[in-house]
């Protein structure tokens, strides 16, 4: 599955997305799994946000090597699954690329549809969006210009978000596979950077979405202020 995440300037949420899901499919071995970003007002070129890159590492994912790209039709139609991370934003990929609306989501609308409806399939979720139409807004702010906690914050909204999203989907795709977060150690027993996640036993397609442990970005985030 290959996942498109779309916000404004894409130098902070998007990128976050981005880099987190890429560290979930490295951390359990979802090659099938990948991602990229995009912004509909983009900063070509600029790396990630120094506080949105603290924030990746906290979360356990690594800032390096970005560039924020403009969102291209090309981005959406490759996009098993495009989330973005407010509702214009949302509304503004369905105008550039109408045949996406199936498959085009906010985050946060995404993770609720599957969390109340237990669809675990893009078209699942798009399926029990109109039964589950929501009253409101599901954003989430743009955290530029504020300070670290407030990044750590939108951090934080995003990985409880996406990542049982994530895990969900995959599971569902992948019946057969097991999800299990990589050892402490390697062959050689040298030590590796703690688990990601930890996931309860139960994968069953109305199951109830994993739960995130954050005890691999705690300490991270605590030095980051």
């Known amino acids: 599955m290959h996942v498109l995440f779309v916000c404004s300037g894409n130098v902070c949420r998007s990128v976050i997305a981005e880099r987190l899901t890429l560290a979930v499919a490295a951390e359990h071995g979802l090659q099938e799994l990948s991602a990229e970003s995009a912004g509909v007002r983009a900063l070509v070129g600029f790396p990630a946000e120094p506080l949105a890159a603290q924030t990746i590492i906290g979360l356990g994912g690594d800032p390096s090597g970005f560039k924020a790209r ?3 039709a090309e981005m ?9 991370m407010t509702d214009k934003i949302r509304d503004q990929v369905r105008e550039l690329v109408p045949e996406a609306l199936p498959r085009t ?3 946060l609308e995404a993770y609720r549809i599957a969390k109340v409806s237990g669809a675990r399939s893009v078209v ?4 029990a969006r109109d039964d589950l139409a929501y009253v409101g807004r599901e954003n989430i702010s743009d955290p530029v210009g504020l ?21 969900a989907l995959h599971a569902h795709q992948h019946p057969q596979a097991t999800i299990h977060p990589r050892g402490s150690a390697d062959e050689a027993g040298a030590p590796q950077r703690p688990a990601l996640l930890v996931l309860p036993g139960g994968r069953a397609d ?3 979405l994993p ?3 954050r005890r691999s970005a705690e300490p991270v985030r605590h030095s980051a202020g």
């Open 70 to 72: 403009r969102l291209k």
């Open 76 to 84: 959406v139609l490759r996009a098993d699954l495009v989330l973005t």
């Open 105 to 107: 989501f906010t985050l």
């Open 124 to 127: 699942g979720l798009h399926a």
């Open 147 to 167: 300070k670290a906690q407030q990044f750590c914050e939108v951090g934080d909204r995003i990985a409880e978000a996406l990542v049982p999203l994530l895990l």
């Open 206 to 208: 109305t199951g109830p």
């Open 211 to 213: 739960e995130l442990s």
